[in-house]
């Protein structure tokens, strides 16, 4: 994993962590059939936070943070997103859904759509945005990650890097009070990496709560106001970035930094 | 803001789900109870079943396999009080080998069988590439040769000869090719078997057969019928479409306009019009278009007209794998200096076979299928038999019992051959890079 | 430019014709082009030869000549005494009717069945599967048996409508009857009396427009027929309009009007209306002498090879759809749901869109297959193309050569017209993608 | 026109087979039974034929035929004889240019109906729903029969008897039209025959008879010849099983013609003496080939009516053997 | 463009240069379709001479060399390799491919054959060598780019590396005089970069007759005793290496070169 240096430009300060809860997780346990993939999960995230998730391949990483919008169902536990419950309450999921946006390792941008169809569909077909608004809602997100330009080309003829700020933009229209990153830079070729990156730390210092699973360690140093370490599934060692890099407790955090580091 | 420090002492061990997860319970909701529409789905798919297997199975639980007519069946049944009647299963006893093998001589008919097995043995090195030996693949090649002649027997020498053919080609080859260049080459090569076939191999078979008499029973063609016709009918006009299939493919491929329009032409021909049409050219005016007193019979004339029939379908499953191959091969090819036999022969199709082989084997299902259609001009296939049985007035009147057999053999076989060549793609697609 | 000509002096030579790049594909081609003119010639001469000898002529005034045996299934008017050419046309109309009806409930029953192969319900896909591997492992010409045997079998026949104790009674308020003869239907009149016969509208009907006079081609317009298309052509605009604004209004407020029962209404009303001002009403079909009488009979044939037809395409036509909706990748729906659209709009905004380009090409290549096979109309006695111009008329005049080649050109013709279709299509996506 | 080089005869002979055109299954006619042997009332021509010219009654080589190969296979050459109940007409004569060489069963198009439908005469079937055999003069005669008559029909095509039979039991039609023969043939086999009737009515004249290309006299004279000689073996008493004594010698010279103990008449067709006995030995005289196959004593349990000889009322009149 | 440090031991001393020509090319233009996009072409290559092209990108460096050995055909202009002229008699065409080796961007191997049959075929069936000496031969030139272990195994077993030398082997086995590169490294990663060039630089060492399309500028300064640089269709600039990295004459060469280093 290439470790970004990030510039010591991102402000911080503006990053506010206020007290409200956004999502609480209690006891969570999840099962892809009989495999125990997540166990005994329980995370509180405070509005305004910015989480990174980290860990090794299998661990559940990808698991927990798509049972925080239910694209997988939890078994067990109790799963809360801004005073919502996720149940089985067709309800509820959807207004979860609402308020939290997801980026994806491979974009998943809509082929048949240009960037701004993409970015417009949910706004007008889920929030009801009138079209001039929605439209006028996509450039401002699509200048936000500095691609207006490309408003009417199809996703097909951008580059990996513009088209993971599509995918952000596209996520932001929505408006969403939460947004989950899943390893939004592994597909990505180094020189493109930047460029997202950026416009997520853009993000992070306008207040956004933000749970990102990443290995971008700079990253993670510069912007996260927590480090979570997982494995087997399980929550193995949470702390503030800089202790968490510095001094590991655990002899599996320990192991996995050697290795990232290392490589 | 609370502290996050937080380090796990000991790790949790896995857990068995909820038993609402697993187990009978969870796997009927998860899979049969998941939501109220899915559960009035299962109720109807349950119903329905029910309806279908309570219609058929008291009908299928018939003890009628020693009847020898149908009133005899009717009788068995009756005795029974079955209210909604019972196949009627002496047919298949008295009439399986019938269906099986049409009229070929009953004492002869390990040769088709042992044709059909050597069909396995042969094709196994093709399709299992990685399970049989290469070497194997000569005996594909006899068994071109072998199998014509075990079906229909006659002098050993008519298939050594015809195998002498290609022999004959590859020598003119090499003759013309040095003397005249390679195109004229290739096209001695097509020419000199064609020409062997057709003048020498008969008289000159006769001649050697006259001084050292060896062969088989001669078994006509009109014998052939039953499941073994669609068969064979099936395998003769696949493995010769091969050929020309190939040929049609690389010549709608080619840069030479009117080449490759004859090649469309006759591509867009063969599968705009129905099979049907075809075999009526076959029975009714096949002879016409051939010279005066020639007289194919009519499972050749049959047999030609699905082979040219198979060979526009197969030259479409070809070009897909011309098409899937990448442009680089054929420079490459060039460049090291091969013409463009060379390079189609060793490069191209070999690699562009291999992708096609799904597609061939798809193609030749669709075909063995369509074979049923040659009862629509009076041969005896399966289906056509079911006429003729019908007319024994012992059977007069038998419908579900014939159908369904011939049904099930045709289900078992496309089945099981669809399977494979599902297989085949899967494997391919990982293979494939 | 400066253009290095060719030496002088080089004379052409005779090795040059294949050697030589730019005589080498003419030569290949003259080739060619001589071997198959060849091949034509042969046929012909032989087929000339053969055709002398058998005493026989070419030529098409047996076309002419009145068919002398009846059509049961016809959409124009035909009697014995019309020509073989007529005959030709009433089969041509039926394998197209044939095949349009199979191409549809094909379509409708491959859709579904392809879906509910990828349901989660573990029994409904297991079941379409079965559905699946059983139609398309087994001959087509054998489930066209099958079904016109179940058909005739399962059915009761007319007469068990008949005496004071029918054993069976009709459907859907004594309007259809379901016989093994075939299904009867009302069918649309107009000009509707009253018991005294007194007209209940202000025309009684508006009768026919014969086009073509007496010749083989000619065939009625029924007025009405027209009127209604005219209602219905001017209603489905005015939705459209309605649609428009509807349109307009979301995009400026972004809350869609509901409109669907105005859009419904303005196509329903006037035609309504129409249809009663001209006197529309059902003719019930009933038992009248041998079968019933009044009504659309449906018959056997046609349902026979209606339904093996379509129910084996939608075998094919099911998987082309799993394929091509398993072709996009689960990604796609993920990233949908992710932003709150709702399972049913991610399949007609996100999944259907895509998946129709993969899907549509194949759908089409099986309507061709279909349109093909429907000419194994023969086997049920459905008097198709194969059964009228490639049957009855080749057995009574013997002549096969020109029969059977107008019939294969025919379907020639109906096969390059829906891949001219297919391309047009073609054509119309890639020009979408980039 | 042939020339003698390709006579049928001799190219028969060169191929020691003769290639019979029949039906592809016809209950009594023709039909291949279990172990693939060709048995039926036509067939029974064919390996007369054979017997006669090749002196071997199973020299036959049976093509089965459907009402649409029938003449193609026949004119091509890829049958050498039709016999398959085919009507003698005046186009199938003239027009398609095949030669008919007498008739082996005088047919008639009837109809048969349930008993229960209340019908006695088919003039009484307005708008019944009638299903037919195709590609035959059946539908011709039925179009004819109607219009004739005024009254309308719903035909059904069907391609073979037995799908007929099927449609006709389930009452999916009123009626059955076809030959008389096959109408009896196929209510033998019925569960219940006495439930049908056969109507009196008979609409047409269905001569059946073997027949061979045009152009061939010498062929068709030895086929012509051959069904004579069934038919005049019945009349003058010789039967399989007494021919052998008869063939010593008897008084009556006809007989003595026949047999070949006198003439030369077996020169004369370009076969041997014995052409007729062995024809005769092959499956025994007209009435006894009409018996084992057709006759009252099958299921199929045909009258000989039409058929029998001229001297017990039928029309059964062979030509003299002089 | 990583510009790879050649160590300096390559000996340039062997390398001799003879005054015999090799490839004669002179006034040659070549149009597609409408695009002309060789332009009044000329050069003179000696034998033993190895050439390195470069030039942006569409400036039509492929499609020089691919008229050189016939994949392209040229329209005005000659054409002359080792005294054939490449013109419409397809017999010269045959001589000069015989002749002329080349190695491709993407390698082209065949991949139903295995490494050693991929070099015995063109010497098989083009050469008529007899199986046992075209196999001794391919075992030679599999050691000479070091992977004579390979030899059974099929391409797709292969790195990208050891399959771009095993088509340099392929190509030798035919015993061409001059070889083509075309961006040989250019789809290779970084590691492997360096085991393709050792193969061509030794190959340069025996004094093999080069012409490489590459954007190996190390490579060009170690090896090349002429550079050429190609822009529009035209030969823009030509000179030592030295010079023409020190000392760019032209303004597109100069803007070019710096595009290529500074990035
Ligand atoms: N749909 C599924 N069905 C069954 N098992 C699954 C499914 N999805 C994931 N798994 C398994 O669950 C485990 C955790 O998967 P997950 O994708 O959450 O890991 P991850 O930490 O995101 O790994 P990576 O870094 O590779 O993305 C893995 O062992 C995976 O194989
Ligand atoms: N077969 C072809 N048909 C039409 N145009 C072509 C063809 N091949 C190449 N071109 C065009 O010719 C121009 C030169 O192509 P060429 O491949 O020679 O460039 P290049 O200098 O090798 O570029 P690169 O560094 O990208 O490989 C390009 O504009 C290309 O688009
Ligand atoms: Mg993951
Ligand atoms: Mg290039």
């Known amino acids: ?263 | 803001m609370a502290d996050y420090s937080y380090v796990r002492k000991e790790m949790l061990p896995e857990r068995e789900p909820p038993a609402s997860e697993v187990g009978v319970i969870g796997w009927l909701r998860e899979n049969l109870f998941s939501g109220w529409f899915n559960s009035i789905l299962t109720v109807v798919s349950v119903v329905l079943i029910y309806l279908i297997l309570a219609a058929i199975v008291p009908w299928l639980w018939s003890p009628t396999w020693g009847a020898g007519s149908l009133s005899e069946c009717r009788d068995i049944v009756a005795e029974l009080g079955k209210e909604h009647g019972g196949a009627c299963y002496g047919v298949i006893t008295e009439r399986w080998q019938q269906l099986l093998f049409g009229f070929y001589p009953e004492e002869l008919r390990w040769r088709p069988i042992l044709t059909f097995v050597g069909l396995f043995v042969a094709l196994a090195p093709v399709l299992f590439t990685d399970a049989f030996p290469r070497k194997m693949l000569w005996f594909t090649g006899a068994y071109l040769f072998l199998a014509p002649w075990l079906m229909w027997g006659g002098p050993i020498w008519t298939p050594l000869l015809v195998a002498a053919g290609p022999a004959l080609g590859f020598v003119a080859f090499r003759f013309v090719a040095r003397a005249a260049g390679t195109l004229a080459g290739v096209i001695a090569a097509g020419l000199v078997p064609i020409l062997w076939w057709l003048l020498a191999v008969g008289p000159v078979a006769g001649a050697i057969q006259s001084v050292v008499p060896l062969g088989i029973e001669l078994v006509e063609s009109r014998l052939f019928g039953g499941f073994m016709l669609s068969v064979w009918i099936g395998v003769v006009a696949i493995a010769i479409s091969l050929v020309l299939g190939v040929v049609l493919a690389l010549g709608r491929q080619s840069d030479l306009m009117i080449v490759k329009y004859l090649s469309v032409g006759f591509i867009e021909f063969i599968r705009g019009v129905p099979l049907i049409t075809l075999l009526f050219v076959a029975s009714t005016l096949l002879n016409i278009f051939m010279p005066p007193g020639t007289n194919f019979d009519i499972i050749l004339r049959v047999m030609i007209m699905a082979t040219l029939f198979a060979s526009a379908y197969i030259a479409e499953v070809v070009r897909g794998g011309l098409a899937a191959l990448p442009r680089g091969q054929y420079e490459a090819a060039d460049a090291l200096g091969l013409d463009y036999w060379k390079a189609q022969r060793l490069v191209i199709l070999p690699q562009a076979l291999k992708i096609s082989i799904p597609g061939i084997v798809s193609t030749f299902i669709g075909l063995f299928k369509d074979t049923t259609l040659v009862s629509i001009i009076g041969l005896l296939d399966p289906i056509g038999l079911t006429g003729s049985i019908r007319a024994d007035a012992n059977w007069n009147g038998i419908v579900w019992e014939l159908y369904g057999f011939i049904a099930l053999l045709f289900f078992l076989s496309c089945f099981s051959m669809s399977r494979y060549s599902m297989w085949l793609e899967k494997k391919l697609r990982t293979e494939h890079r | 430019m400066t253009t290095v000509t060719q030496p002088e002096g080089r004379s052409f030579r005779l090795s040059m014709l294949i050697y030589d790049s730019r005589y080498r594909s003419a030569t290949i081609q003259i080739v060619a082009l001589i071997g198959f003119l060849l091949l034509i010639g042969w046929l012909v001469s032989n087929t000339a030869q053969n055709l002398a000898t058998l005493g026989k002529s070419v030529g098409f005034g047996f076309l002419g000549e009145p068919a002398g045996y009846d059509i049961n299934q016809r959409l124009l008017d035909y009697d014995s005494r019309d020509t073989h050419a007529r005959a030709g046309l009433i089969g041509l109309l039926n394998t197209l009717l044939v095949a349009v009806a199979g191409c549809v409930l094909a379509t409708i029953v491959g859709v579904i069945v392809g879906v509910l192969r990828l349901s989660n319900n573990w029994l409904v896909a297991r079941l379409m599967t079965v559905y699946v591997e059983m139609f398309r492992n087994v001959p087509v010409l054998l489930w066209i048996v099958f079904s016109m045997a179940i058909l005739i079998e399962t059915l009761p026949p007319p007469s068990a409508f008949r005496g004071d104790e029918p054993s069976a009674s009709m459907l859907v308020g004594d309007s259809v009857a379901l016989t093994n003869r075939g299904i009867y239907v009302p069918e649309p009149l107009f000009g509707r009396v009253d018991e005294e016969g007194n007209a209940l509208s202000w025309r009684q009907g508006l009768g026919d427009v014969h086009l073509f006079g007496d010749s083989w081609i000619r065939f009625d317009v029924s007025l009405e027929l027209i009127v209604i298309l005219a209602t219905l052509i001017a209603g489905i605009m005015v939705s459209g309009l309605i649609k428009t604004r509807a349109d307009r209004i979301q995009n400026a407020t972004g809350l869609r009007p509901t409109t669907w029962y105005w859009r419904a209404g303005v196509i329903i009303v006037p035609t309504a209306i129409v249809l009663w001002l001209m006197g529309f009403y059902l003719g019930k079909p009933e038992l009248r002498g041998f079968n019933f009488g009044g009504g659309t009979h449906l018959r056997n044939s046609f349902i026979a090879l209606w339904l093996a037809l379509s129910l084996y395409t939608a075998a094919f036509i099911a998987e082309i759809v799993r394929g091509g909706i398993l072709a996009i990748s689960k990604g796609q729906t993920e990233a949908a749901a992710a932003l709150g659209i709702r399972p049913r709009r991610i399949m007609s905004l996100v999944i259907l869109p895509q998946a129709l380009r993969v899907i549509i090409p194949p759908l089409i290549s099986q309507y061709l297959n279909l349109t093909k096979n429907s000419s194994l109309a023969i086997a049920v006695g459905y008097m198709d193309l194969t059964g009228t111009l490639m049957g009855i008329t080749l057995n009574q005049t013997g002549r096969e050569l020109e029969a059977v080649m107008m019939t294969m050109l025919i379907y020639l013709g109906i096969s390059l017209l829906i891949s001219a279709g297919m391309n047009v299509y073609n054509n119309s996506v890639k020009l979408k993608e980039r | 026109q042939m020339d003698d080089s390709d006579s049928t005869l001799a190219a028969v002979q060169d191929a020691g087979v003769l290639k019979c055109g029949v039906n592809s299954g016809l209950t009594g006619f023709a039909a291949p039974d279990a172990n693939g042997r060709w048995e039926g009332f036509d067939v029974a021509v064919c390996r007369a034929v054979a017997a006669a010219v090749l002196s071997d009654p199973e020299a036959v080589e049976f093509v089965p035929t459907t009402p649409k190969t029938r003449f193609t296979a026949l004119a091509s050459g890829e049958v050498d004889l039709l016999v398959r109940n085919t009507t003698w007409t005046l186009t199938r004569d003239v027009d398609l240019k095949f030669t008919f060489l007498g008739v082996n069963y005088y047919d008639g198009q009837g109809f048969i109906v349930p008993k229960a439908l209340g019908v006695s005469s088919a003039k009484e079937l307005d708008g019944a729903t009638v299903c037919i055999q195709t590609g035959t003069t059946t539908e011709l005669n039925l179009a004819d029969f109607f219009r004739v008559n005024n009254i309308s029909y719903e035909p059904v095509p069907i391609e073979t008897n037995a799908e007929a039979q099927q449609q006709y039991l389930a009452g999916a039609c009123d009626t059955y039209t076809t030959d008389a023969s096959g109408l009896a043939a196929t209510r033998a086999s019925f569960e219940n025959p006495g439930d049908h009737a056969i109507l009196p009515e008979i609409i047409s004249k269905e001569p059946l008879g073997p027949l061979v290309r045009h152009g061939d006299d010498e062929w068709a004279d030895i086929v012509r010849w051959t069904l004579n000689a069934l038919i005049a073996a019945e009349e003058f008493g010789i039967t399989s099983t007494n021919i052998e004594e008869l063939a010593n010698g008897t008084d009556n010279p006809e007989i003595n013609r026949i047999l070949g103990t006198e003439g030369t008449m077996g020169e004369m067709l370009g076969l041997d003496a014995e052409w007729a006995m062995r024809a005769i030995m092959a499956e025994g005289n007209y009435g006894e080939i009409f018996e084992k196959n057709i006759g009252e004593s099958t299921p199929i349990g045909l009258a000989r009516g039409l058929n029998a000889q001229w001297t017990d009322g039928g029309l059964l009149y062979a030509p003299p053997f002089r």
């Open chain 1, 1 to 263: 994993m290439s470790t970004l240096e990030i510039e010591p430009t991102v402000d911080t300060s503006k990053m506010q962590i206020s007290d409200e809860v956004a999502i609480q997780i209690a006891d969570m346990n999840k099962w892809f059939g009989t495999f125990h993939v997540l166990r005994d999960i329980d995370l509180t995230v405070y509005r305004g936070e910015r989480i990174v998730i980290c860990g090794p391949s299998g661990s559940g990483k990808s698991t927990l943070i798509r049972c925080i919008n239910r694209l997988e169902e939890h078994q067990a536990g109790q799963i809360v997103v801004d005073g919502t419950e996720l149940n089985s309450d067709l309800k509820n999921v959807d207004k979860v859904r609402s308020e939290v946006g997801m980026v994806f390792q491979h974009f998943n941008l809509f082929p048949h759509l240009t960037v701004l169809e993409n970015c417009t569909l949910a706004p007008i077909w889920v929030r009801k945005v009138p079209r001039k608004e929605a439209v006028e809602r996509a450039m401002h997100f699509l200048e936000k990650v500095k691609i207006p330009e490309q408003a009417d080309k199809y996703p097909g003829q951008l580059s990996g890097g513009q088209q993971q700020r599509v995918a952000i933009a596209r996520s932001l229209c929505m408006m969403p009070r939460i947004m989950l990153f899943d390893e939004p830079t592994s597909a990505l070729d180094p020189e493109m990496i930047k460029e997202v990156l950026d416009t997520m730390i853009e993000l992070a210092e306008e207040g956004m709560t933000m749970i990102c699973v990443t290995h971008e360690m700079g990253f993670a140093q510069a912007v996260a106001n927590r480090v979570i370490f997982m494995a087997d599934g399980q929550i193995v060692e949470q702390n503030e970035p800089k202790e968490f890099f510095n001094n590991p407790k655990s002899e599996r955090t320990k192991q996995f930094l050697s290795q990232i580091i290392g490589h």
